[in-house]
């Protein structure tokens, strides 16, 4: 379990180093799509001039280069659920654990747990229609 949880930091931490220097180049990108279409605008209207030609070749690459920070990200946003679960699952005290094989989901089995959530649950819920009733304006 241990194990699992340090490839997922590996994980997450490869994933970072790699999403850092892909934002680093869509904000010099943008920079440059932001001097160019300045020119752009500033000149008479011409598609076929070689400021505009740029302008395009740069937006192309700000969308192929989105779309992978995007894909990264989600990757990203995914390996760190799943650490933060199995950590919360390694300190949790009284749990049953089982780790699927097939993936790295983390299944946790505590009765108390799930009695608590409700009861939060349930407890704000009551809180939110008893303020509600209350406390807003009648129509």
């Not at 869509?26 to 505009?52: A, H, N, T």
């Not at 760190?80 to 699927?100: C, H, Q």
């Not at 299944?107 to 009551?126: A, K």
Request: charged content about 30%; cysteine-free; proline content about 3%.
């Amino acid at each position: 379990m241990e194990e699992l949880s340090e490839n997922h930091a590996i994980q997450v931490k490869d994933l970072t180093n790699s999403l850092r220097p892909l934002r680093r180049e869509l904000s010099q990108l943008e920079l440059q799509r932001m001097e160019i279409g300045w020119k752009v605008r500033r000149s008479s209207w011409d598609p076929g001039s070689s400021d505009y030609q740029k302008l395009r070749k740069i937006r192309r690459e700000i969308a192929i280069k989105r779309l992978e920070a995007i894909k990264i990200e989600k990757a990203l946003a995914a390996a760190k659920s799943t650490l933060y679960g199995l950590n919360r699952t390694l300190r949790a005290p009284a749990a049953n654990i089982r780790i699927a094989e097939s993936t790295s989901e983390v299944e946790i089995s505590n009765e108390d747990y799930v009695e608590n959530v409700r009861i939060d649950h349930y407890g704000y819920l009551f809180l939110a229609q008893f303020l509600t009733l209350h406390f807003l304006p009648k129509r």
